[in-house]
């Protein structure tokens, strides 16, 4: 009952507002994309992180980040996704077993269904829920300190086809190699890798969507931005074409995860001036969706010469650079839903001139509603919307919607339908019907009941205690 009361004492401090004239999984290549992005290890970096790849006309970056098997923590993760939400960072999850020693250890198919569980009890930021299934399994201290491409493969495409099968929408990507990796005991060739990958499961590809690069610009992360081929910054064109070599057709769409150059081994000043030369001759390409360097924040060993960050907090010269490129704003695709709960107009309105009403809903998509992404429609175009009092409302909260609508009906009783559709109008909710009195007045009754309400709601809603 007092929900109730506060629902109503809402609704009528707003309506006497009003009146008194006081307004308050898709393609990624098929929309405009911002293709900048950035790896991170620490949700504590997000803002940084929208600071670098949403500047300079950019929106909706990439982030690529780990999830542990020890970190499948579901109210932390999606505190994190809905923080990504608000600063419009598309998350690039690669998951991961956990550190036993120098090792990472090797994944067990029977934690498929843990991760299955985990991943789509999140809410995503985007419809296309980027998963990264491991990382360099070409390096023997990644998979329990062996190399095994056959084991690789098989647990690849189990995972693939579990997403798959939970979600239209997981968006599946294959470990990046490490293409300069060389035949010792520790690290296998990337072209050997792949193709014992593919001798294993040779409809491996049927389930991914796209690929993983890790393209390093070697040796020594100190290469030129102007080498090509394998080793480069060109790597991802290499290992497509290598994959057709071996009658992978697939069109792959490409996700360079890691790349970047040493601090330590290129003079800081020239590194700005080398991804600025990427983007705009290298990784221009269409292929390319997404690049997210490594990494934004590591000062201390082992990866300090990789980070954007140093040790005092201050940032290297390249993150200036890279936040002053020209970019793209994205417009990833998002699931717009909701749901009316209740809808009210007014009980008395005056012929041709406006009422008041109000809506209770419910987000239960991806994206936040804001004024002017959502809007009132009423079924059969019989309702005129004028104006609407409306605060951001994201998932899976509750919101309140007050709107001024005038009616195409002049008198009688008034029931009509109204929903929620987005700003292209396409219908995202229930319609839910709103019934109100309409009665002739002039403009001079009209003008003397509205001020009488007026007077006795602000004096009532003086004492009301919130």
Same mark, same amino acid.
């Given at each position: 009952?007092?929900?109730?009361?506060?629902?109503?004492?809402?609704?009528?401090?707003?309506?006497?507002?009003?009146?008194?004239?006081?307004?308050?999984?898709?393609?990624?290549?098929?929309?405009?994309?911002?293709?900048?992005?950035?790896?991170?290890?620490?949700?504590?970096?997000?803002?940084?992180?929208?600071?670098?790849?949403?500047?300079?006309?950019?929106?909706?970056?990439?982030?690529?980040?780990?999830?542990?098997?020890?970190?499948?923590?579901?109210?932390?993760?999606?505190?994190?996704?809905?923080?990504?939400?608000?600063?419009?960072?598309?998350?690039?999850?690669?998951?991961?077993?956990?550190?036993?020693?120098?090792?990472?250890?090797?994944?067990?198919?029977?934690?498929?269904?843990?991760?299955?569980?985990?991943?789509?009890?999140?809410?995503?930021?985007?419809?296309?829920?980027?998963?990264?299934?491991?990382?360099?399994?070409?390096?023997?201290?990644?998979?329990?300190?062996?190399?095994?491409?056959?084991?690789?493969?098989?647990?690849?495409?189990?995972?693939?086809?579990?997403?798959?099968?939970?979600?239209?929408?997981?968006?599946?990507?294959?470990?990046?190699?490490?293409?300069?990796?060389?035949?010792?005991?520790?690290?296998?060739?990337?072209?050997?890798?792949?193709?014992?990958?593919?001798?294993?499961?040779?409809?491996?590809?049927?389930?991914?969507?796209?690929?993983?690069?890790?393209?390093?610009?070697?040796?020594?992360?100190?290469?030129?931005?102007?080498?090509?081929?394998?080793?480069?910054?060109?790597?991802?064109?290499?290992?497509?074409?290598?994959?057709?070599?071996?009658?992978?057709?697939?069109?792959?769409?490409?996700?360079?995860?890691?790349?970047?150059?040493?601090?330590?081994?290129?003079?800081?000043?020239?590194?700005?001036?080398?991804?600025?030369?990427?983007?705009?001759?290298?990784?221009?390409?269409?292929?390319?969706?997404?690049?997210?360097?490594?990494?934004?924040?590591?000062?201390?060993?082992?990866?300090?010469?990789?980070?954007?960050?140093?040790?005092?907090?201050?940032?290297?010269?390249?993150?200036?650079?890279?936040?002053?490129?020209?970019?793209?704003?994205?417009?990833?695709?998002?699931?717009?839903?909701?749901?009316?709960?209740?809808?009210?107009?007014?009980?008395?309105?005056?012929?041709?001139?406006?009422?008041?009403?109000?809506?209770?809903?419910?987000?239960?998509?991806?994206?936040?509603?804001?004024?002017?992404?959502?809007?009132?429609?009423?079924?059969?175009?019989?309702?005129?919307?004028?104006?609407?009092?409306?605060?951001?409302?994201?998932?899976?909260?509750?919101?309140?919607?007050?709107?001024?609508?005038?009616? $195409?009906?002049?008198?009688?009783?008034? +029931?009509? %339908?109204?929903?929620?559709?987005? *700003? @292209?109008?396409? #219908?995202? =909710?229930? /319609?839910?019907?709103?019934?109100?009195?309409? $009665?002739?007045?002039?403009?001079?009754? +009209?003008? %003397?009941?509205?001020?009488?309400? *007026? @007077?006795?709601? #602000?004096? =009532?809603? /003086?004492?009301?205690?919130?």
């Amino acid at each position: 009952m007092k929900k109730m009361l506060l629902f109503i004492s809402a609704f009528i401090l707003l309506f006497a507002f009003f009146t008194t004239g006081i307004y308050a999984k898709s393609d990624p290549t098929s929309v405009a994309n911002n293709k900048f992005g950035i790896h991170i290890t620490n949700e504590k970096d997000l803002v940084e992180a929208a600071r670098l790849v949403n500047s300079s006309g950019g929106d909706w970056g990439y982030v690529t980040f780990v999830i542990t098997e020890a970190e499948r923590d579901h109210n932390r993760w999606q505190q994190i996704f809905d923080q990504m939400r608000k600063l419009h960072l598309i998350p690039v999850v690669r998951i991961a077993t956990k550190a036993n020693g120098d090792n990472w250890e090797i994944p067990k198919q029977e934690e498929i269904g843990n991760w299955i569980a985990f991943l789509n009890s999140l809410n995503w930021v985007t419809q296309n829920r980027y998963v990264i299934i491991g990382n360099e399994p070409n390096h023997a201290k990644e998979w329990g300190g062996e190399i095994d491409p056959a084991a690789y493969a098989t647990y690849l495409a189990a995972f693939a086809n579990a997403l798959h099968q939970a979600s239209a929408d997981f968006y599946v990507l294959p470990a990046g190699l490490d293409a300069s990796a060389t035949a010792t005991g520790k690290t296998m060739d990337e072209a050997t890798f792949i193709k014992r990958m593919i001798v294993t499961e040779a409809n491996l590809f049927d389930n991914l969507d796209g690929w993983v690069s890790h393209s390093y610009p070697n040796p020594d992360f100190a290469g030129k931005v102007t080498d090509t081929g394998r080793g480069s910054v060109w790597t991802f064109d290499w290992e497509l074409n290598y994959l057709k070599s071996l009658e992978i057709y697939k069109d792959l769409p490409v996700f360079i995860t890691e790349t970047g150059w040493s601090n330590q081994k290129v003079n800081q000043e020239e590194i700005g001036s080398f991804y600025d030369y990427a983007f705009k001759n290298v990784w221009n390409d269409k292929r390319v969706i997404a690049v997210t360097p490594f990494i934004l924040n590591y000062p201390n060993e082992p990866f300090s010469e990789f980070s954007w960050k140093k040790g005092d907090g201050s940032l290297y010269p390249y993150f200036e650079v890279y936040k002053d490129i020209p970019k793209v704003s994205g417009e990833p695709q998002q699931i717009k839903s909701g749901q009316i709960l209740g809808a009210l107009a007014q009980p008395v309105a005056f012929s041709e001139s406006d009422f008041v009403g109000l809506i209770v809903a419910k987000n239960t998509g991806q994206s936040i509603w804001s004024a002017g992404s959502v809007n009132i429609v009423g079924d059969n175009g019989e309702l005129l919307f004028r104006n609407t009092l409306f605060f951001d409302v994201e998932p899976p909260k509750t919101g309140l919607i007050i709107f001024r609508a005038t009616p $195409v009906q002049k008198t009688g009783i008034f +029931i009509k %339908s109204i929903y929620l559709a987005d *700003s @292209s109008g396409k #219908r995202i =909710t229930n /319609s839910f019907p709103i019934e109100a009195l309409i $009665v002739k007045a002039n403009k001079m009754q +009209i003008d %003397s009941f509205f001020a009488k309400i *007026s @007077s006795y709601l #602000r004096n =009532t809603l /003086s004492t009301v205690r919130f």
